[in-house]
């Protein structure tokens, strides 16, 4: 037994280990890679595992529940409550609208209005562990589209307690008895049918109470200690007995888990408890999406290609119709509403607890309940490879530009300028040099293609101008034609590089200064013939070293000094190996001799400054 359970977990961590790197390289993101690990080693191809594989899924879906709980430590109660409108409109429109378009063409395909309505509620369901894992990785749970995501998941996770507690009125006993002999019993069902709503809230109220009365003191304790793995088994000790809690009144323990993170949101104790979580729940995530790409059945596919194919392409189509009017309602701008829309079109991981409950309860049969199964892996294991699709392809193709985070511009507003410098992005750094130069009534024409950004800078009375500046018509009528300086600000590397050919091919009479990243940044825009180049990072971080040496006794002319040895070394440093950044050996060699040179010039302008200190002295004496 041992030895399997060993192999086993060598399998599930092999597969992943292989494949979630060559995913993450090809730009698929680590979801599609789990999920591609599960295929490969699941009954279809080398068979590694087997029907266990249902039952690590119900064990890998803690990792939604963690999930939830991190996403509740990062949502403050009173944030919470100014979504209240989106998750209850936007999250109420979609379950209801799906359920009943879904439940209509059941019915006219032939099925009973009690399997139908069942089926239109399992469908509505999206899968919050494959959207919030892709959204996160993109960096977009922050955007509009990841916004409008997280309301309607968390209103589907609200769904399921109303949804759990009406299957057993639409329950067939004759199926039911013929079906299955397993039960789901909960601590509740053997208590009167009045008190049952009374026990539910309690348990909601008992969350609340140890979140925002116990738990601090009991971190407090435990920090104390100075045991890290204490303190990480307490945060595990928290999220096992609020699923247990949850469980056993027969509520979400993803929605308990999240209730009780976003009571902790406001405590001192949120990061190191989202430190504590981070690695179990990425492990267990990976293992749900490894088990969701084990469970296909290849061979109900294999025999019933067309129909299983049909269906999943028709729902996925169905449910992203709906999701975008949704959107269109709710004032989402097309690229957000695109990414919303085709993120959440795939039936969700809480449909597999439902068709087993419905199956169980005798509602749904064995046939119909196998078949949807296939339909919602299938969805599942798609949605990665539909948002790759809809980011490459859809979205530039319904619009003229595209920024790099994905998101759509309306058309160009540029218009023809007469003002000697364009800055070409105005995100924090592009902005910064922006109010610089207005406050030294310097006139500039600004572009960015984030028409949220732009929207609000020219709320603040900024002159911000829709548009890709990357595209030689746009800047010529912008007016590079004219300007004397052409600031490039963006933040994606390989478009500041793409500018930099641009503007030195249509306008080259232009002085370019560029951002950089870093120092290697730095070095691939020297190659492209730039000597105006800007690291974000060096002057901040020379300020940190100067207040350093202060605080250590230095004297700030000894301190001050350093940093403008240093900085001067640096630049002229990063053009000496700019031209050796491709042959690692040499780099490395010239860069040693470069920082012991360094630190002899540094030594040597101390000695100096000390000795004119002395001269000083004495000639005062």
């Known amino acids: 037994m041992q030895e399997n359970f060993l192999f086993q977990a060598m399998i599930y961590l092999a597969g992943a280990v292989i494949m979630v790197p060559i995913a993450k390289r090809l730009g698929l993101g680590s979801v599609l890679g789990y999920l591609v690990a599960g295929v490969i080693i699941g009954p279809f191809c080398f068979g590694f595992i087997g029907t266990e594989g249902h039952d690590i899924m119900h064990f890998a879906e803690f990792g939604v529940v963690m999930m939830l709980f991190v996403i509740g430590l990062e949502l403050e109660p009173s944030r919470l409550w100014r979504m209240r409108k989106t998750i209850a409109g936007m999250g109420g429109l979609q379950v209801l609208g799906t359920t009943i378009l879904i439940t ?57 307690i109303p949804m759990l507690a009406l299957f057993p009125l639409l329950a067939d006993d004759t199926l039911k008895s013929a079906s299955t002999t397993v039960t789901h019993t909960t601590l509740i069902d053997t208590l009167p049918e009045w008190s049952q709503p009374l026990i539910v809230l309690l348990a909601v109220a008992t969350v609340i109470f140890i979140g925002k009365y116990v738990l601090r003191p009991v971190f407090h304790l435990m920090a104390k200690t100075g045991m890290r793995e204490m303190f990480t088994a307490t945060a595990l000790l928290l999220v096992v007995g609020i699923a247990v809690l949850m469980t056993s009144v027969g509520l979400s323990p993803a929605l308990g888990a999240f209730l009780a993170g976003v009571v902790l949101a406001n405590s001192e104790y949120r990061h190191q408890l989202e430190i504590a979580i981070d690695p179990f729940k990425g492990l267990l995530l990976g293992l749900f999406f490894i088990a969701v790409g084990s469970s296909i059945d290849f061979e109900l596919l294999i025999s019933k290609p067309f129909l299983i194919v049909g269906l999943v ?20 701008r097309n690229a957000q509403n695109l990414i919303f829309s085709v993120g959440l ?31 919602t892996a299938i969805s599942m294991a798609l949605t990665p490879i539909m948002m790759v699709l809809n980011e490459k392809f859809l979205i530039p193709h319904q619009c003229a530009a595209m920024n790099p985070t994905g998101f759509i511009e309306r058309e160009s507003d540029v218009e023809e300028q007469d003002n000697p410098v364009i800055i070409a992005g105005f995100g924090h750094f592009g902005n910064t040099i922006g109010r610089f130069l207005k406050a030294n009534d310097i006139s500039t024409t600004v572009l960015d293609n984030d028409s949220d950004n ?46 930099i050919e641009t503007v030195k091919k249509h306008f080259p009479h232009l002085y370019i200064l560029v951002r950089s990243s870093n120092r290697y940044d730095a070095y691939d825009q020297m190659n492209a013939g730039i000597m105006h180049i800007y690291r974000e990072t060096l002057d901040t971080s020379l300020r940190v070293g100067v207040d350093v040496l202060k605080i250590l006794g230095h004297s700030k002319l000894e301190a001050t000094q350093s940093a403008k040895t240093f900085f001067t070394h640096d630049e002229r440093t990063l053009k000496f190996l700019a031209s050796m950044k491709n042959n690692d050996e040499e780099y490395i060699n010239a860069a040693r001799e470069k920082i012991e040179e360094l630190e002899k010039l540094i030594l040597a302008d101390r000695e100096a400054l000390r000795l004119q200190n002395a001269e000083s002295a004495l000639l005062i004496e």
Do not use: C, H
């Open 454 to 499: 732009v929207d609000f800078l020219r709320k603040m009375g900024f002159k911000v101008y829709y548009g890709d500046a990357t595209r030689y018509d746009l800047l010529e009528i912008a007016g590079a034609k004219k300007a004397q300086i052409i600031v490039i600000a963006f933040n994606d590397p390989e478009k500041r590089l793409g500018m």
């Open 345 to 375: 079109s795939q039936i969700g991981e809480f449909a597999f607890v439902l068709l087993s409950f419905s199956f169980q309860e005798g509602i749904l049969g064995k046939e119909i309940t196998d078949l949807m199964m296939a339909v």
């Open 313 to 332: 392409v028709s729902l996925m189509l169905i449910k992203t119709v709906i999701l975008f009017s949704l959107g269109r309602i709710f004032k989402v």
């Open 104 to 160: 209509a063409l059941a019915l006219l395909l032939g099925l009973d209005f009690k399997t139908s309505l069942v089926l239109g509620m399992i469908i509505s369901m999206s899968s919050t562990a494959i959207v919030m894992q892709t959204l996160e990785e993109k960096g977009w749970i922050k955007s509009v589209a990841g916004q409008s995501s997280f309301a309607v998941l968390l209103f589907q996770d609200l769904a399921i």
